[in-house]
């Protein structure tokens, strides 16, 4: 059922609110009262509920089914977090209310990063970042400013082939230049290359570990170690933390910084594309320089939130700024810190351990059909590159678009970079071995397919969709990016 | 554990398909100097716990705090409380929108992408710009990308903050530019909305940003400014973070403005302690290939039926790398969900007459006030939210009025706690949500702190 | 894609439920304490979300689509009752705390009373019937007690043809026997037959107003006369009570008892089937009669439940004894309030005037393809028989089941039974004009192909549907009742 | 209005396509001396609202209620309090359950039809039965209907009550059967379980009604009940108000139960001021034709795919009309869904888990409160509720706790107010929301009110 955009289900007047009337009065507009209509389509409440149910029904998410999409960490996202998050008392609360009266919100805050550090061991988190990219800045920010404190000008950062795009754009944020450090045959960091371009022109090298290729960074104690040795800092993409949560302190490999996506490692929702909360956990090195505000437990046991860089350097911290309005994603820390509290110290290690179980069960199962990348095992996501469709005609795109008709989401397609049409699978610890069993079936099946010459069936997919396969570039070299009305 | 579906048994069989012993041996890249066997050894923390134990531990945290559910609240300074419409709360938490990911796969998403669609377009409207948009983080990063895109824009290396400003708006933008080789000059703060920024215009500048309603509240034209900026060849920012005074007031693309930001909260959820909100990023249809952020755009598939699709993605980090507009990736699309839900029941009729109501309200408590002996209102134009002047520090005023279980206002001291002349300074927000017995409570409880 | 039954997604000892570990204790089961296994199936948290969102999405409502059920006034459910009726205040109360603890939600009962009674003309309302049914054995009973008050024995229940199958049911329910009276050619109560068989052996006529054809029974006032001067009762089904809520007062055409359906006219949701909420307005005649629990107003202004039958004996009352348990549906209670609120006596008298303009609109644009049975103007529903589908091959069934392709609701089918192949078509206030001309179209089109002569594609229908049509015969032939562990 | 989409153009437009003048013509069948023109004449109500107003209305009679979120209770006697996970709320919630109508059009209903037919198979799984039906309107009228289908099946008119049964279940079973040819015989209360019904079976007797756990708390053992009603051609009909107690007592059927039934509001909602309910039915297979309800069972459609549809309906009204074996139409069928998603929930292992968790703390509770000066505990065995002699009437002792915030239990009294002998019995339940911190609370408050 096609369904019109509300613009087009407009009629003038109509509207999903009762107000009650305004009786006359004087306005304080200084006569910039807003003249003529804005064009806002007026729909009434039972359209609009219909519109969005309608709408949500051409979307699929993680309660609708698999989303193995690699270095995504698609995993359940519990209702209680959703509840938990519109208790009156932490929903229906204010950034600027007295202090006295948010004692409960400052403290949640101080539990949520003391359980990030101590997961961690590090001794410093700043909460504030919105999502990993804002969280990767501060950490750069965190080292850029460190350095000036030092009083060195290091204009290099260098990251892995492997990198996520957003690691070389924050680095670019933060004024640094970007070198890529390739990888060795097993899809890990060249040591040897990384120790050979180190030098006093490099910042930090930012690393992705467990790494997008899905595999542990062996030698990421020595890494740090020569990193440091060179005087410059480790920056740990966290986007994968998820793997190694409870397994490993990222303390004791040497890190400086990390971001922790608590929209994927800790379960708050993706929400089609956000909000995402990017706590940036510090070493000591680079604690000082941590971004307002933060939250301090006082002696009297009260909490106290110190939101001005004035008064923070008055205590002897150095932070390099504010990063964002007011005092960070609240209602995604009561997320993830009531999901912390339901895993628990003993669920958070079985959780990493059964999200690397199914990535290794899924690349042994598929190993036979598909082609690998790398051996294994891996850590919370398999990869594979598309040489087992070599001469079938189909693409890893195709591939991935017959997925959907299998009642599946794809996988994420061509990246890693570092491999020839990549499919990377992350299945999460919160699929059932009946889940992951139903996909391997289909992935088989579809693999089976392909190299039985069905190139026609795949480049014809997804049939089942809403939507068939979209022109993207039709899209970009004329864009049409909103509704206009027509001129008649 | 009731997140976690395999058994005992599933295990067994599924390492026995892998191929190793141990759960623990698919860890060996993990140094084995740093690997954790025994996390009740590692870690000082509790282990997993029914949610019934959660709820009551979180309620307890929340009964900590004073909650405008409970209290009258005339906050605002940036965060307003609004009523969220029952069906807007229940639409977004449908799992197909909530436990959906960035709509990279459009033929599994075009629920997200029509909605962003529709969002993109009606935050053009009430901008009065040509285009939006898939939303920023909030209002302050949407302003600091603002600046960085007017840098771009214009090849110049200057930013100049009005006073009227939200501080925090100010603090964000200087912080992302710190490291650039572009400078961010704020002004002081402009209680009265007297800056003169035509006197501070120069060739190098790339951009004046200014606010409306200003922080303090005022509303001015900004429409000379906009023209002088342009002749000098610098960009006009409008910020705003109240959008609903743009169902009343003159919009900031009428006025002139090149990029229009705001944060959208106030139209999307509950105060929710400042986060997460929704950063609106508005601007001309010329800079879009310089805008920051995810864009979503009209297209059709194969069949040749409309759809959407995101677009013009060479600007962004996953393609471009350390050349994007922004390092942004996630943004905020739930919130911007919900403030497209509740601008689409809303309506034009809504969408104005709540801000006509706010209006009227407003006007009726400063007048109110305004005759509370000591009291004096020193906003001569504002929207639903106006600076009172006190007869004392407006931070104990403010204590004394919590004391009384009253939310009273927001102390400009809170922002500016180096600027002594602001420190008998009240911001005073007035919504749909306040009763005339609330304002009534207020002039009482305020009556009396100030006798 | 399909979903499995939870049995066959068992695992034993997986739970989506985490409790605290019982100590050792004394158990006080006296022996009973249950032997074996019960046999329920083990899924995680995910699992269970994901199956219970995969099967809602097999549902049709009235949020994804036009639900003309005619009978059945499926409007809009607005989520503000479903917030209202959560508040920790009126959904975690206990209906046998002190009642002084309770003030609020006795009061909230009184208000709902006092809008029905308003709206009705009616001097007294039982509130505690849990659906239109059993309101129905509410005012059934109501009218056998007055009998036997009176001393009087009258056997009979005369009902139209057209009647809810509810009627005759609940009339035998309560003893009586239940005689027919036919339907004069333009569809409604034949006066003559009726008042032929008026006697002293009848106790009550029961009749449906707007009657099931979707007419509203003209000679009303002149029925009641009549029934009354028999010495009976007129018991009005209020099933469509929708279409004249605010156009007139019940109390006023003579009526002594009808049901609301608070799951129609007041929009509380249907659910799947319930629940429902059926109170019973009474006359003075009746009012003696109404069922326990029931609140009175003191008169210091406090709220007072009459729970026993023997207390309210003591007060002049003579219940006819108790319906249910506790107080009533109080959750459905809260909803209907909360919509009554909101539409206010102004907006429900818009809401039946929509009510009905919109089933005249559908009727006067599908007549002219359609066959209508009766004359216009309907009431809240459009009535057509299949005498248009006559030498198509096409049936009624094969005509509504093909609507679901369309992207629609089938309407109700063969009923009711005064008419050969009935669609009864009923859009509600709730529906735009927009959504009519797109279910217009529809039928125009169905209308037209079936005459065309593609039978053949009416009898495939539905296509798009999870399941296409299921063998109903052969479930009634063998009943599966329920899944059974397969033997192996 | 928000509800209603017509504007005044479209009505203008429909009456045009109509052929009328104006919405009143459509109204011309209503008698012209009845016919309203003028609500506002006609209705002393007011006129409508915004969702906000409504929401300050009902929240200000929601604060007028002592809830069990803020208060301990300890409060039973048919209604329980149990945790509702967060995903079922949310679950029920979803339009596409909660606004579809009974699943008449099997195509469009698979998932309510998939549902209920998990519903029936667990409720006859815990109940030990062969067949479930998909849900009557609660407890009490399933009991009612349980006696009336005894009647039908034995062809006799008797139907004996116990006193362990809940006397709102004994209540409406005589109302239902009031002006039928059948009698029902209700026994005195059965504080301590200690009843003869043996010495009351006889030849004419359809059916004999026994609760477990019985209303005063008692667990007894049915099976000799059972033989020897059957002896006598009678059958057994089991009610309980407590089914989390099946997850650890033995079942009705395996005791040799003919019909069990019971309210299933204890594990699917808030006690929610005692409604809506679920009532839950269950028999032998070979009654399964004159059983009252709807019935959902498996077939296959035409692609031999294996489907639901509800079945068996020659049994109901609107088939059979005044031979139909209930007059019931609507059911519970959202709250039955919400039995069944908890019931999945929980699972076997948390099912029985569960239910001895309630029962552990029921114990400890017992035993506290039996030390209280004064107080007795009157039941011998028990699941999660028990009888105390109080030294005084139990609805003072109730108000008194009530007065220090304290919820502590349900009088005897209030059911049996001719019965002196009760005055002083009360009714305590201990689930898994109870605290021991609480139960401490309810032991403290007792002896102060006690001394």
Redesign the interface.
């Known amino acids: 059922v096609e369904e019109k955009l509300i613009f087009e289900q407009d009629q003038p007047g109509r509207t999903a609110v009762d107000l009650p009337a305004v009786e006359p009065y004087l306005d304080r507009l200084g006569g910039l009262r807003r003249r003529g209509a804005i064009g806002l389509p007026g729909l009434s409440e039972p359209q609009v509920v219909r519109h969005y149910t309608r709408l949500s029904q051409k979307n699929y998410g993680i309660d609708t089914g698999f989303y193995p999409l690699g270095s995504c960490t698609m995993k359940h996202n519990p209702r209680l977090n959703e509840k938990m998050a519109r208790l009156p008392g932490l929903a229906d609360i204010h950034p600027f209310q007295p202090e006295s009266t948010v004692q409960g919100a400052l403290k949640l805050m101080h539990q949520l990063a003391h359980w990030l550090k101590t997961l961690t061991g590090m001794p410093a988190v700043a909460l504030s970042p919105a999502a990993g990219a804002h969280g990767e800045l501060c950490g750069v920010m965190a080292i850029r400013a460190a350095l000036e404190a030092r009083g060195e000008t290091r204009t290099k950062v260098l990251c892995p082939e492997s990198a996520h795009g957003t690691n070389p754009a924050t680095a670019a944020l933060v004024g640094f230049e970007v070198e890529s450090i390739p990888a060795t045959a097993d899809g890990r960091v060249d040591m040897a290359a990384l120790k050979a371009r180190l030098g006093p022109d490099v910042a930090a090298f930012m690393v992705t570990n467990p790494n997008t290729c899905g595999l542990f960074e062996r030698d990421i104690i020595e890494i740090s170690q020569a990193v440091h040795d060179a005087g410059a800092y480790v920056y740990m993409d966290g986007a994968n933390y998820n793997a190694i949560v409870g397994r490993v302190r990222v303390a004791d490999l040497g890190v400086d910084a990390m971001h922790i996506n608590l929209h994927k490692t800790f379960s708050t929702p993706h929400g089609g594309g956000g909000p995402g909360s990017g706590p940036t956990v510090l070493s000591a090195a680079l604690a000082p320089y941590a971004p307002v505000p933060y939250v301090v437990e006082q002696a009297d046991g009260s909490f106290h939130l110190v939101e001005q860089v004035l008064e923070a350097t008055a205590s002897g911290q150095q932070p390099f700024g504010r990063m964002k309005g007011y005092h960070g994603q609240f209602g995604v820390f009561v997320r993830a810190l009531s999901y912390m509290m339901a895993m628990g110290r003993d669920g958070l290690f079985q959780a990493s351990g059964d999200a690397v179980l199914n990535a290794n069960y899924l690349l042994a199962r598929l190993s036979a059909a598909l082609s690998p990348s790398f051996d294994g095992p891996v850590m919370h996501e398999a990869l594979f590159d598309d040489r087992f469709l070599k001469d079938t005609g189909v693409t890893t795109l195709d591939f991935a678009k017959a997925m959907i008709d299998e009642g599946f989401h794809p996988m994420t397609m061509y990246f890693p970079l570092v491999v020839h049409g990549a499919l990377l699978m992350e299945p999460t610890e919160t699929e059932s071995r009946e889940s992951l069993d139903a996909f391997i079936e289909a992935v088989l099946g579809l693999a089976e397919r392909a190299k039985a010459g069905d190139a026609e069936a795949f480049q014809q997919a997804p049939r089942l969709t809403p939507r068939r396969r979209l022109d993207e570039t039709a899209a970009a070299r004329r864009p049409v990016l909103r509704w206009t009305p027509s001129v008649e | 554990?009731?997140?976690?579906?395999?058994?005992?048994?599933?295990?067994r069989?599924?390492?026995a398909?892998?191929?190793?012993e141990t759960?623990e041996?698919?860890?060996?890249?993990?140094?084995a100097?740093?690997?954790?066997q025994d996390?009740?050894a590692?870690?000082?923390?509790?282990?997993?716990?029914?949610?019934?134990?959660?709820?009551?531990?979180?309620?307890?945290?929340?009964?900590?705090?004073?909650?405008?559910?409970?209290?009258p609240?005339f906050?605002g300074?940036?965060?307003y409380?609004h009523?969220t419409?029952?069906?807007l709360?229940?639409?977004?938490?449908?799992?197909?929108?909530?436990?959906?990911?960035?709509?990279y796969?459009?033929?599994?998403?075009?629920?997200?992408l029509?909605?962003l669609?529709?969002f993109?377009?009606?935050v053009?409207?009430?901008t009065g710009m040509?285009?939006?948009n898939?939303?920023m983080?909030?209002?302050?990063?949407a302003c600091a990308e603002a600046a960085a895109m007017a840098c771009r824009v214009t090849k110049r290396k200057k930013v100049l903050v009005s006073g009227s400003v939200?501080p925090?708006?100010a603090?964000?933008t200087?912080?992302?530019l710190?490291?650039?080789?572009c400078e961010v000059e704020v002004l002081s703060p402009d209680v009265f909305g007297l800056e003169d920024l035509l006197g501070r215009l120069d060739d190098d500048l790339a951009c004046v940003i200014v606010q409306t309603p200003g922080f303090f509240g005022s509303?001015?034209?900004y429409t000379t400014l906009a023209e002088a900026a342009h002749e000098y060849g610098a960009l006009l920012v409008v910020a705003t973070t109240e959008p609903l005074s743009?169902?009343?007031?003159?919009?900031p693309g009428e006025m002139g403005a090149d990029i229009v930001v705001a944060?959208g909260q106030s139209l999307a959820?509950?105060?929710?302690?400042?986060?997460?909100?929704?950063g609106l990023f508005a601007t001309r249809s010329k800079y879009?290939r310089q805008m920051p952020g995810?864009?979503?755009?009209?297209?059709?598939?194969?069949?040749g039926?409309r759809?959407?699709?995101l677009?013009?993605?060479?600007r962004?980090?996953?393609?471009?790398?350390?050349?994007?507009t922004?390092?942004?990736?996630?943004?905020?699309?739930?919130?911007a969900?919900a403030f497209t839900?509740h601008?689409?029941?809303?309506?034009?009729?809504?969408?104005?007459?709540?801000a006509?109501?706010n209006?009227?309200r407003?006007?009726?408590a400063?007048d109110a006030l305004g005759k509370v002996k000591g009291v004096r209102v020193l906003?001569?134009?504002?929207?639903n939210e106006f600076a009172l002047s006190l007869p004392k520090p407006a931070?104990q005023v403010?204590?004394a009025l919590?004391a009384r279980g009253i939310?009273g206002g927001?102390p400009a001291s809170?922002f500016f706690?180096?600027y002594p002349e602001l420190a008998e300074v009240l911001l005073v927000t007035v919504t749909?949500?306040n009763?005339d017995e609330q304002v009534a409570a207020l002039v009482a409880a305020l009556t009396e702190i100030l006798a």
Not at chain 2, 1 to 11: C, G, K
Not at chain 2, 379 to 383: A, D, K, M
Request: aromatic share 8%; proline share 5%; net charge negative.
């Open positions: 554990m009731r997140y976690l579906p395999l058994t005992a048994d599933d295990r069989a599924m390492l398909a892998i191929g190793v759960v041996d698919l860890f060996r890249d993990l140094p100097s740093a690997r954790i996390p009740a590692a870690f000082d923390l509790p282990d997993h716990q029914g949610e019934w134990e959660i709820e009551q531990a979180l309620s307890a945290l929340a009964g900590q705090n004073l909650s405008a559910a409970t209290a609240s906050l300074a940036g965060a409380r009523h419409p029952a069906s709360d229940y639409l977004i938490q449908r799992g197909e929108f909530l436990t959906a990911y960035t709509p796969q459009p033929e599994v998403s075009q629920g997200t029509q909605a669609f529709e993109q377009t009606q053009a409207m009430i040509e285009v939006a898939a939303s983080y909030d209002g302050a990063t939200h925090h708006f603090e964000t200087s912080t992302f710190r490291y650039t080789d509303l001015k034209d743009l169902g009343l007031v003159t919009s944060e959820t509950p105060p929710g302690f400042g986060g997460p909100g929704v879009v995810r864009l979503c755009g009209e297209t059709v598939d194969v069949d039926r759809g959407w699709v677009t013009l993605s060479t962004e980090q996953h393609i471009r790398r350390e050349k994007a922004s390092n942004i990736c996630t943004n905020s699309g739930l919130i969900l839900i601008m689409t029941l809303l309506g034009e009729a809504g969408f104005t007459g709540l006509e109501l209006h009227a407003a006007c009726a400063a906003s001569q134009t504002f929207f931070e403010v204590e919590a939310l927001v809170r706690p180096t749909e949500m009763s």
